[in-house]
């Protein structure tokens, strides 16, 4: 993605700064560290999930339930090691090592 482009929707964990630059989201971007951690550490998607409800950490569509699907999808999304614009959330390595987990379930 270009981080000039007038596209809408951007990664959760991301918002726009005044030059419409992605940034860091303050309130979203822990989560998704959090969602990577405890995935590297061997809790199921659906225990992430439950984890998350039981923070209150809310949803990318602000509701307090997660889906598995949804989380994922976060698990699989590059732009949270950086690049198109993205500045990075998660290592490459946490990154890659996740991808190699998920390839074996």
Known sequence: ??????????AFGYNRGPANQIEYHSGQAPTVKLIYKYYLEGVSLADIAENLKSIGAPSPLNK??????????ILSNPH????DGYPPIISKEDFDKVQEIKKKK
């Open 1 to 10: 993605m270009n981080p000039d482009s007038k596209q809408k929707r951007i």
């Open 64 to 73: 307090p339930t997660w889906g598995k699907q949804t989380i994922s999808n």
């Open 80 to 83: 949270y090691i950086g690049g």
